[in-house]
């Protein structure tokens, strides 16, 4: 059963709480650094969508916004590949805290990021993803777009694209 909750945009006074859960959530190769968020908070915060339950942040979904209509990996480093009026939203992670995982809430703030994203005349949203999570993501009607040039963290990624 899902908790009382409130989704909203992030500030840089959550700086520490974001890095927090990005290192619980992503190995450290993957993991962006505290410093690589504060930069991004500066840049975007508007495209940090947090939801929170008892003012803990249990679920994000960040990225940037650019006309790049591909993930690359200077983007995770690069807060000023940001284009607020560009084409595509770029998702660079949607992450859970352990103990909320499975009970909808990344799936409840990813509908809310789609929505709103929709909303604002972009041509669609692009992110990757490890082979195991393409299911997930086509669920919300992303569409495999095969490999990704990406070496991210030394895995293998996936790209998946939203249109609008």
Sequence with gaps: MMQDYIIRHATIEDLDKIAELEAACFPKEEAATRDAFSHRLKAYPDRFWLLMIDNKIVSMVNGMVSDIPILVDEMYSDSTMHDSMGEWQMIFGVETRSEYRCQGYADLLLRTVISEVKTQN???IVLTCKSKLIHY???????????????HGGEKWYQMKLLF
Excluded: A
């Design 137 to 151: 993501y086509e669920k919300f009607g992303f569409m495999n777009e095969g490999l990704s040039e990406s070496k």
């Design 122 to 124: 972009k041509k669609g």
